[in-house]
């Protein structure tokens, strides 16, 4: 087996009493579509910074391809970042810009240049290099930060929340482009989100960060469909728990539970229930119409509360908007509930 | 005390907005006269802007500019040979003077070479400290450090100047004696704060994220100020060195505390204002500085260096 792209042993870091990162141990492997996703301050930031070199941890160890560079300053390690702001030189064109890594490295003008070029047009750029960033829109200028990392063929690219100041169509269509960008390339991307949907749609693996630690490490599916700590279950999506009393009401076992809203089929208190499923009553206190889907919050009788998404295949807004206040049955299949360590 | 209120002249009250006045009932009720008259700046923003700016404008136009155009004009009067008395008859004679006469022409190029040399030094002494301030101190340490580089400033010119007298005389701490090279120390000295808080501001200003990109593309600390920190903070250089290369051009204490026999430009304005009694001769030598700072600033401007930004 071949050495990770990444590979972190025991990172902690802490800036004075502030424990930033305190324990994280990931295996990235190469060519991966990696996120890093947790809510702000949860110190992805400060992970994604240890790798490029701009900190050094308190201990621990960061190798990239099986080589220990914990010590090594940024410009010793095979690894690009797209920075948050895009850090993009204000004084130079946007060749210049993207030309910057191979001028350094003292590749030949000639394949300096046509390297550069194809860079932009990757990143659907062409006739723009002469401009100044400040002459770009925010996704023009996210976009030649992605060419400035990328024309250097880095052994895994950092992007440190990279869509996060793109408003929400751009952002849609860049996750898209970013995804192709990346399986044409083939290179590492290890990329640094707080948005959990764009975690979900965009990579192959997702690590959830909550203050300071890795909660759990899985693919998309495994994250939303199996998460393993409350705090990842209500952060990946709602929570939906089922806990003490209720736990024991409903589907008499002890602990906590969750099941996602989608699995949830809201039908009136006679409908019968198949032996594969569990069933809870309660009163719909809430009602919320959203286009394709509508949301209802239900009251358990049991005790605590569930929400149910239910697709509005048949329905109109009259029909779901009347069922405010009544008292339904939420049914689910078994196998779609599971329990949360606390 | 709203300050526009005063500048104000009299005169009708302000027209109303249009379509403010009709079916009085709903409105509400006007204010009084300062608030209407509020009202009518706000509406207006660029009257607003002018008054705010009369007192500064008046202060440049009348104080500086006439002043800097009051001395042009002086140094084309002369003075009579005999009585000393002021001529008021415009003539070139000062100007021939001091292009023909040796004496200034090297007393001039010895004053623009101080004055280089006094903004290279403390070009190189400012720029590490500045750079340390802005990028390396933790916030708490650079406020002291801006204090630290504030307090000369506090102390008088005088008693700095005469410090380094005492230090540098024969028998001093440094013993290295008066002279020209102990002109460009103490005058390094005292105009460092001036180069060094312009920097300090521009490297403020430098994200760090940028320094982190060249880094990132794998360049090091001195490919990194040759191509980034350098061309983005030139600007708040040529400002560091506006105030050193002008404020060395202008002096003429200094010098005289520890210059022994040297002379500046500034020697020859002050004893042609004092010793000699030739106002005009004095302008004229005054103005020498002036075009040499204007020519500065021109060759700055031509390096094309300041519409980086
Ligand atoms: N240079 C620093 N000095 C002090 N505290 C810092 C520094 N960088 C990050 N932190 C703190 O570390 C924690 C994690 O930050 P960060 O890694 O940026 O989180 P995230 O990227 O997940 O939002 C935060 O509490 C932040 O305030
Ligand atoms: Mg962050």
Redesign the pocket.
Known sequence: MSDPAVRLSGLRKS?GA?H?VTGVDLDIADGEFFAML?P???????VLRMIAGFETPTSGTVELGGADVTRLAPFERDVNTVFQDYALFPHMSVLDNVEYGLRVKRVPRAERRERALAALASVRLEGYERRRPGQLSGGQRQRVALARALVNRPRVLLLDEPLGALDLKLREEMQVELKSIQREVGITFLF?THDQEEALTMSDRVAV?NEGRVEQVGTPAEIYERPSSAFVAGFVGTSNLISGEAAQAVLGKEGTFSVRPEKLRVTGLGEPVDGAEHSATGTVSEVVYAGPATRFVVELDAGGRLIALQQNLQVSSMDVMSLRGTRVRLVWHRRHEFAIVS | MNTTANTTPPGPPPPAAPGAAPRGAAAPAPGGPRRRLAAFLHRHAPLRLSLLLSAPMLWLGVAYLGALAAMFISALWRTDTFTGDLVRELTWANFQELLTAEVYRTIALRSVGVAAAVTLIDLVVAFPMAFAMAKLASPRAQRWLVIAVLTPLWASYLVKAYAWRVLLSADGLLGWGYGLTATIITLSYLWLPYMILPIYAGLERLPNSLLEAAGDLGARGWRTFRTVVWPLTFPAVVAGSIFTFSLSLGDYITVKIVGGRSQLIGNVVYDNIGAANNLPFAAAVATVPVLIMLAYLAAVRRTGALENL
Do not use: Q, Y
């Open positions: 800036f502030v930033a947790g702000s301050g949860s110190g992805k930031t400060t640094v960060f």
